[in-house]
């Protein structure tokens, strides 16, 4: 089984605080990718990778970097967390194929921007 | 553009009922996939769908794919209260050179006893 584990379950930072989110995956993927979830909206896919060092924009990049210095690792990062950045963080990997691949995804982060 | 719908929202219905989850999407694909998401916790695969006319069935949840209509379904029997959960529908869809899954809001599905 693939297992992806994220830095924490909940937090809490304030305005203007940078703010890292890790997420690790134990199973060799190549693909890793940074979702938030909200209310009504499904899942919004912030960034991806297909490989390390590499990064592409999802639909909602805007305030959000990434880092993936490691295969296994793939880092979400708010330089300046805002209030409306407030929401589920979830992580989520999967083999590179060519698609058609389930992609496995991580305990979540719930992050509260005050 | 590219959408994803799901219908009903929400849904809450008795044990021992069967109900259908529509999932249209607006592009097209030949890969789509439900997920489970209990309440707190992350989401679990479900189903892949790969190509026209595939049905998976586990348990007493049924998916099938229709690629020329656009359309998936997720139909539960005899509904138990342990389904109750948010299920969501994506579809692979390839930009430029990669894939991307493109998202349902999701179904959210109570189940009384």
């Known amino acids: 089984d693939v297992k992806v584990t994220q830095s924490s379950r909940y937090l809490v930072k304030r305005t203007g605080e940078k703010v890292f989110l890790e997420c690790v995956q134990d199973?060799?993927?190549?693909?890793m990718f940074w979702y938030r979830q909200d209310p009504g909206l499904g899942l919004r896919l912030i960034y991806f990778?297909?490989?390390?060092?590499?990064?592409e924009k999802g639909d909602i990049p805007e305030g959000y970097s990434v880092s993936r210095e490691k295969k296994e690792r793939f880092s979400l990062i708010l330089e300046s967390a805002s209030t409306n950045q407030t929401s589920m963080y979830l992580c989520?990997?999967?083999?590179?194929?060519?698609?058609?691949?389930?992609?496995?995804f991580g305990p979540g982060t719930r992050l509260l921007v005050l | 553009e590219l959408k994803v719908e799901q219908n009903p929202l929400f849904l809450s219905m008795q044990e021992g009922k069967n109900y259908t989850i529509y999932c249209n999407y607006s592009?097209?694909?030949?890969?789509l996939y439900w997920y489970r998401q209990d309440p707190g916790k992350s989401l679990e695969s479900l189903f892949v769908?790969?190509?026209n006319g595939a049905v998976k069935q586990e348990g007493r949840l049924m998916a099938s794919l229709d690629t020329k209509a656009r359309l998936s379904t997720l139909h539960i029997t005899a509904a138990v209260h342990d389904l109750s959960a948010t299920y969501f529908c994506?579809?692979?869809?390839?930009?430029?050179?990669?894939?991307?899954?493109?998202w349902g809001a999701g179904t959210k599905l109570i189940i009384k006893p």
């Open positions: 994506a579809v692979d869809i390839k930009l430029d050179s990669n894939y991307q899954l493109i």
């Open positions: 990778s297909y490989d390390v060092k590499m990064k």
């Open positions: 989520a990997a999967s083999p590179l194929a060519g698609g058609g691949e389930t992609q496995y």
């Open positions: 199973m060799d993927h190549e693909n």
């Open positions: 592009t097209t694909s030949d890969r």
């Open positions: 769908l790969l190509s």
